[in-house]
């Protein structure tokens, strides 16, 4: 069965990055898009961003350019989504998503980037 | 700001048909999906273009599209429906993808 298991919370400083992984299994890593989706607290779903996980390419929303890099191990069927220069609004729950024709039909359980100084 | 606009609430009484829009320009060239969560839980796939629902998410639920509107229908709603309902498609240039705001459905 499909599965993404993501990392676990973290807390951070303004001002540093943090890096959330998607671990894939149950398919092949690289026949599906992954997406990025975060919700702050009590707030929508934000889209952050898409990677392909076969040639490694990505677009990200205009909102976070050069703030995020999307990448991929395809020798650990592992997605990661970096995001640099915290700031108390990127206080919020990650999710990565996998795509099929566009619809993200399975998510990860999300994690929780907490920025606090 | 959201390129695609939904209400922020709705409600239905238990067992009666509730329908939530998504209006948008992207949408008359792209479909809608649509996803359910609950608190606490990572967002859910109900139903994306075309009436294709996943396994395991009952018939009661139906979308279609009207010009600039999606809409999502909850036919004979019931209590584990209540949730917050967001729409999903890209944008006007094809490029992004981007999320409705959000509804949240109270089932009374």
């Known amino acids: 069965q499909v599965q993404l298991v993501q990392s676990g919370a973290e807390v951070k400083e303004p001002g540093a990055s943090v890096k959330v992984s998607c671990k894939a299994s149950?398919?092949?890593?690289?026949?599906?898009?992954m997406h990025w989706v975060r919700q702050a607290p009590g707030q929508g779903l934000e889209w952050m961003g898409i990677?392909?996980?076969?040639?490694?390419?990505?677009t990200y929303a205009q909102k976070f350019q050069g703030r995020v890099t999307l990448a991929r191990d395809k020798s650990t069927t592992t997605v990661y989504m970096e995001l640099s220069s915290l700031r108390s609004e990127d206080t919020a729950v990650y999710y990565c998503?996998?795509?099929?024709?566009?619809?993200?039909?399975?998510w990860g359980q999300g994690t929780l980037v907490t920025v606090s100084s | 700001s959201s390129e695609l606009t939904q209400d922020p609430a709705v409600s239905v009484a238990l067992g009666q048909t509730v329908r939530i829009t998504c209006q948008g320009d992207?949408?008359?060239?792209?479909?809608a999906s649509w996803y359910q969560q609950k608190p606490g839980q990572a967002p859910v796939l109900v139903i994306s273009?075309?009436?294709n629902r996943p396994s395991g998410i009952p018939d009661r639920f139906s979308d279609s599209t009207s010009g600039n509107t999606a809409s999502l229908t909850i036919t004979g709603a019931q209590a584990e429906d209540e949730a917050d309902y967001y729409c999903?498609?890209?944008?006007?240039?094809?490029?992004?993808?981007?999320f409705g705001g959000g509804t949240k459905l109270t089932v009374l």
């Open positions: 998503a996998r795509a099929t024709q566009g619809v993200f039909d399975y």
């Open positions: 149950g398919y092949s890593l690289t026949n599906f898009y």
């Open positions: 990677l392909n996980p076969s040639g490694g390419s990505t």
């Open positions: 992207s949408l008359r060239n792209y479909y």
């Open positions: 273009g075309k009436n």
């Open positions: 999903n498609s890209r944008d006007s240039s094809g490029n992004f993808w981007v």
